[in-house]
């Protein structure tokens, strides 16, 4: 993206967001790839050791706390995304930055898969705390509509699996016919989402998943995190132990030509 354009954005969402510019200027450090040579003398190949050691040199030295790869395909050289091995020297970059207390956030593009993982090798998402997924909404949409709208999704979250689906709306307001420059945008986050029990108590009595894979996928979650979700359910008292079990049964009943035939499906555990 070009850099007058990064600037107009920047702009839009300093003014949305209500951000002081002079903290913003004191605290926020926009690298664009047209000026990436005022940290590291060079473009920036974030598998390369020299560019790591100078990315995390500039943070040291400007007390940055937070450092975002926006994105890595675009921040990486040579590095080839589907090889593990070639993944390697970018987590080398995830844990020298962890060991300095500076957190990193990265932005990644979607994969092809049925699954929708992340694209490419899943070596460095067992570096990562937090995994959040972006997916299309689902909310209804009044005639004339053009705002933004996804949900933020966990799909791993270490050490809390309670948290919920987050549905996010970015607005754009333009100024009027007499004044230029105001334009601004706000992002919100429905504040009533359900809970990620709540949300699997309210599928499960659809019936209409007659697995926990199904479910999971329904939920947009692995098997592992959604297994996490019904015990957290079951240990709130939104769900009792063998309530999945049963849902499970009954979409099977519901879809099956006899009920007899049911009898010798598998079930996951959960």
């Given amino acids: 993206m070009d850099t007058s354009e990064l600037v107009g954005r920047m702009k839009m969402l300093s003014k949305g967001l209500k951000c002081n510019p002079e ?3 004191n605290n926020f450090v926009l690298c664009a790839r047209q000026i990436q040579t005022t940290i590291t003398g060079n473009f920036i190949e974030i598998e390369t050791e ?3 050691l100078g990315i995390l040199g500039y943070a040291q030295a400007n007390k940055i706390d937070l ?3 926006d ?3 675009t921040l990486s050289g040579q590095l080839d995304e589907n090889a593990s091995k070639d993944m390697k020297p970018f987590n080398t970059f995830l844990l020298r930055a962890k060991q300095l207390g500076i957190a990193v956030l ?3 593009h979607q994969g092809k898969s049925k699954d929708g993982g992340a694209r490419g090798s899943t070596a460095m998402m067992a ?3 937090l995994v959040l997924k972006l997916e299309a909404s689902t909310q ?4 004339g509509d053009k ?3 996804f949900t933020v999704v966990f799909e791993k979250n270490r050490g809390n699996v309670e948290s919920r689906p987050l549905p996010v709306r970015v607005m754009q307001n333009v100024g009027d016919e007499f004044r230029t420059g105001d334009e601004t945008v706000m992002l919100t986050v429905d504040p009533d989402a359900d809970s990620n029990g709540i949300r699997a108590v309210k599928l499960l009595k659809t019936c209409k998943y007659k697995t926990q894979s199904e479910l999971a996928q329904a939920f947009g979650v692995k098997q592992p995190a959604m297994s996490k979700i019904l015990k957290s359910a079951i240990a709130q008292g939104l769900l009792k132990d063998n309530d999945p079990r049963e849902y499970y049964r009954r979409a099977m009943e519901a879809t099956a030509p006899d009920a007899d035939a049911i009898a010798g499906e598998s079930r996951e555990d959960f």
């Fill in 23 to 25: 903290a913003l200027a």
């Fill in 50 to 52: 020299e560019s790591q």
């Fill in 67 to 69: 450092i975002v790869v």
């Fill in 71 to 73: 994105n890595l395909t």
């Fill in 106 to 108: 990265v932005v990644h």
């Fill in 127 to 129: 570096t990562f705390n």
């Fill in 140 to 143: 209804e949409r009044a005639v």
């Fill in 147 to 149: 705002d933004a709208r």
